[in-house]
């Protein structure tokens, strides 16, 4: 292991990991060797063996829970547990889509403390972090909600059209949080299913970008849990936050 390596910070190590598995991923699917559903699993497995080999490597003494590893219990009793989704969005990068997403991301104590999303699929890749917050460009008139592009949540469509928001679809979840702090969309609410790995390092960027993130019934979102299912989140603009959660609920029980 280099110097450089072991003297990288939290922070500088899950954005390398990222912008790494980025790399590795965009190599194999530029190969030409694969299907489209034969590449997504492929790639699921390329990434996750370089991004649990290094974690396991350079933070021996941390917890470790990714969407393609057996789960390992020992995890619950540390405070340090790197969340990883090696490939999210499988769907997207096997159809060679942009909107896919690599996330490495720290919980400490069941917090979403540090975070990276590498967005390789736009034009010459990017890293969004949590240590390096962008100013947020300024928000339309028409305010815009991205959505899933294949199944977009009822409760996602109804708030939307109460708000008069126009619908952004989009892929995977990193890429739809990530179009919040890039100005693509403003708000992104899924109520679908997910898991820990699917929100925590998108969370963790988005929050260092003073975005509001949080249950949509507006509880916290806490990590490292022995369910791992997580299944809906709200993050968008702070000022925006209220009257989102507000319809949310309105939504729920006119249901």
């Known amino acids: 292991m280099s110097e450089a390596v072991e003297n990288m910070t939290d922070a500088d190590l899950a954005a390398h990991l990222a912008e790494v598995a980025g790399n590795i991923l965009v190599t194999v699917r530029e190969s030409g060797l694969f299907s489209a559903k ?121 708030v939307a059209e109460a708000l008069g928001a126009e619908l952004v679809p989009m892929g995977s979840a990193g890429a739809k949080a990530m179009a919040v702090i890039l100005g693509q969309a403003d708000i992104y609410l899924h109520s679908g299913g997910q898991y820990e790995w699917d929100s925590m390092a998108p969370v963790a960027v988005a929050l260092a970008h003073g975005l509001h993130c949080s249950r949509i019934d507006g509880s916290p979102l806490v990590y490292n849990q022995s369910d791992v299912y997580l299944p809906d989140l709200l993050i968008c603009r702070t000022e925006h936050a209220s009257k989102v959660l507000a319809l949310i609920a309105e939504v729920a029980k006119a249901a």
């Open 38 to 158: 034969a590449l997504g699993k492929a790639g699921d497995q390329t990434a996750n063996q370089f991004l649990c080999h290094a974690l396991r490597e350079v933070r021996g003494e941390d917890g470790l829970l990714s969407e393609e590893e057996k789960d390992n219990a020992e995890r619950l009793a540390m405070s340090r547990v790197w969340i990883v989704d090696p490939v999210d969005g499988t769907r997207e990068y096997g159809e060679e889509r942009a909107d896919w997403a690599v996330h490495v991301g720290l919980a400490i104590d069941g917090q979403p403390s540090i975070g990276a999303v590498a967005l390789p699929g736009l034009d010459g890749g990017t890293v969004l972090r949590s240590d390096q917050p962008r100013a947020l460009p300024a928000a339309p008139d028409k305010l815009r909600m991205v959505v899933s592009r294949t199944r977009p949540a009822a409760e996602a469509v109804a």
